[in-house]
């Protein structure tokens, strides 16, 4: 069994050393003295101007003074469609939190808007209705508004791949902030993708017995794929007969018992509706599938395959059971088959076999009338596809397993630093 391999990269170098000003107020930022950057920032307000206009730069040195960030989280959620967006202020990625009052450790965040995103946003945005017409299914961007941004300065483990706003802010007032907003790293998924994924593609997956269009995409096809997908997996979460975010029954309460599943549903509904769209070319409609099943089987699998003792073999995350679940669905109907820890997945049969699934998994969902029944469907996925009456004890099935051994000098995880 192999242990977690890890890349360090520095992805925020090239931009610090070309923007002088902002290397600066992060070098100031890092020292967390909250004098020193409400000063600092006063008094380079011409040079942040490009990042940030006078109205932000002005509420951040407050917000920083004060350790009350309502106003200024509420001007972020108003920037939308700005080329930059510049914030200062504590940052937690795994809380949903508001107003705690404590001190917390002061971060730069400097995003940078993906200039030809909106457009497919738009598109799909435009095109929900149709959607929902043809799988369906109750669909619907509830009140969200999806944007992809390049995360220029920020923190980053090496796994936040979005920042959700206002929730990820700390040390605001919830009752008085307006709008909310999906702001999507999407150069965060392309180094993931190239880091993770793309060094097994040449030899470990073929698509109807040919090599992967990913091989030879180039960065920017690559990214408009990653566009599209997450777009659709956004809007599927607030889709179906029970949206992530509805109060009444709440896969949010049941966590990390329900994640997985709720990711492969929005993945794999992805993957049927993105034939959909009349506005993608054919092209980008098969690089977007090979895409989804790539970052699924070769990089959201291997995330879990190390020792992890209190949870057996196969690591409790959402990301982790989410690429078992593709290919134990896959391979029960042989739309996918691993011929010597070579992945081959038959394009046609996976659409059939993954529509069939959907069908059965919705009509679940239609009768789930309480979380208890929830969590009983989840289990019954679990005993079903992955042969686990507890889902603590889940193993990965033995052709998984050797082809995971096969493939186990790959880097697993990548940080920044
Ligand atoms: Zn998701």
């Known amino acids: 069994m192999s242990e977690k391999i890890i890349r360090s990269l520095s992805l925020f170098e090239n931009f610090l050393e070309e923007n002088d000003i902002i290397r600066q107020l992060h070098e100031v930022v890092k020292k967390n003295h909250k004098q020193e950057i409400s000063e600092f920032i006063d008094n380079n307000k011409l040079a942040l101007n490009r990042y940030a206009d006078e109205e932000s730069l002005r509420l951040i040195t407050k917000a920083v003074e004060d350790n009350e960030y309502t106003a200024v989280v509420n001007k972020f959620n108003k920037c939308v469609d700005s080329d930059y967006l510049l914030y200062v202020g504590p940052i937690n990625y795994f809380s949903v939190s508001d107003k705690t009052g404590e001190e917390h450790e002061l971060k730069l965040l400097l995003l940078e808007r993906e200039r030809d995103a909106k457009t497919i946003v738009d598109e799909i945005e435009n095109y929900v209705g149709k959607i929902q017409e043809k799988l369906g299914i109750p669909c619907s961007f509830g009140n969200r508004y999806v944007e992809f941004y390049n995360l220029n300065v920020g923190p980053n483990s090496g796994n936040e791949i979005a920042i959700f706003s206002p929730f990820y802010f700390e040390n605001y007032d919830a009752k008085c902030i307006e709008g909310k907003r999906s702001l999507m790293y999407i150069n965060i998924m ?28 180039g960065q920017e096809q690559i990214k408009k794929a990653f566009i599209i997908w997450i777009t659709l997996h956004e809007m599927f979460h607030s889709s179906g007969p029970l949206p992530l975010f509805t109060k009444n029954i709440s896969k949010l309460n049941l966590g990390l018992d329900y994640a997985g599943i709720e990711e492969l549903r929005v993945d794999t509904t ?29 990089r959201s699998t291997r995330r879990g395959y190390w020792k992890d003792k209190k949870y057996g073999i196969i690591k409790n995350s959402s990301d982790n059971q ?34 069939d699934f959907l069908n ?3 009509k679940s969902e239609t009768f789930v009338s309480s979380e208890k029944e929830l969590l009983e469907l989840s289990n019954q996925m679990f ?6 009456t507890d889902r603590m004890e889940v193993q990965f099935s033995p052709s998984l397993r050797n082809f995971l051994e096969s493939v186990s000098n790959y880097t697993t995880h990548i940080k920044f630093i």
């Open 270 to 298: 992805a993957w049927i509706a993105v034939d959909l769209l009349p506005f993608i070319s054919l092209s980008d409609k098969r690089l977007v599938k090979e895409l989804i099943i790539c970052e699924r089987l070769l």
């Open 360 to 362: 059965d998994y919705y």
């Open 190 to 217: 392309y180094e993931r993708f190239k880091h993770l994924t793309l060094p097994l593609i040449q030899e470990n997956v073929r698509f109807n017995t040919k090599k992967s269009l990913l091989l030879t995409a």
């Open 383 to 388: 005993n079903r596809y992955l042969g686990a």
């Open 322 to 355: 989410q690429g078992v679940f593709w290919f134990a669905i896959l391979q029960e109907k042989e739309g996918l088959n691993i011929i010597n820890n070579q992945i081959h997945i038959d394009l046609l049969k996976a659409d059939d076999i993954l529509k």
